[in-house]
T-cell receptor, first 112, second 112 residues
């Protein structure tokens, strides 16, 4: 079982729609959860961090965490073509709390 | 406030040569992490350092790879006797505490 799993996509949504990205993780000891956006050929850019169960909103982005189900999601409202990128889910651990374990990413395509 | 800096951005080496990748963390950040991203694969943790100390090197290959973060100067990831399989993007991240990590632009290593 992979430590952090994401659907590789591509996930295609029309402009203006809501994009829903999902991630599951295996280490119940994980406490910190992150979403990064990575454009092709570029470095990961932090979008959201979440530490407690529930929702966290920042502009058009909402992160959702359910530790009991070991599930993290990212919602992007009013999707724009500029949101087209690969979204990486990252979880702290295992072992050293500060190292991050990444999923392989979900490629999002926002179509006109 | 300058972000994480990495140099060189692109590095070409022939098989058997040495590669040195440098990373200067964001101002005020004392924690440095190195990750590797192979083509079409996810980010993989390599090593976590604080000034003059290696905290976690569980992701480092046992041979040819080493890392340091001296009291003065940037963190260095050194790859000796490079092979074609070392061709990848190498990203450095930094954080002020053991939490949110911010990534540099990466060094793209090509081994001929």
């Amino acid at each position: 079982q992979k430590e952090v799993e994401q659907n590789s996509g591509p996930l295609s949504v029309p402009e203006g729609a809501i994009a829903s990205l999902n991630c599951t993780y295996s280490d119940r000891g994980s406490q910190s959860f992150f979403w990064y956006r990575q454009y092709s050929g570029k470095s990961p850019e932090l979008i959201m961090s979440i530490y407690s169960n529930g929702d966290k909103e920042d502009g058009r982005f909402t992160a959702q965490l359910n530790k009991a189900s070991q599930y993290v999601s990212l919602l992007i409202r009013d999707s724009q073509p500029s949101d087209s990128a690969t979204y990486l889910c990252a979880v702290n651990g295992p072992g050293t709390a500060s190292k991050l374990t990444f999923g392989t990413g979900t490629r999002l395509q926002v179509t006109l | 406030n300058a972000g994480v800096m990495q140099n060189p951005r692109h590095l070409v080496r022939r098989r058997g040569q040495e590669a040195r990748l440098r990373c200067s963390p964001m101002k005020g950040h004392s924690h440095v992490y190195w990750y590797r991203q192979l083509p079409e694969e996810g980010l993989k943790f390599m090593v976590y350092l604080q000034k003059e100390n290696i905290i976690d090197e569980s992701g480092m290959p046992k041979e040819r790879f080493s890392a340091e973060f001296p009291k003065e100067g940037p963190s260095i990831l050194r790859i000796q006797q490079v092979v074609r399989g070392d061709s990848a993007a190498y990203f450095c991240a930094s954080s002020p505490h053991t939490d949110t990590q911010y990534f540099g632009p990466g060094t793209r290593l090509t081994v001929l």
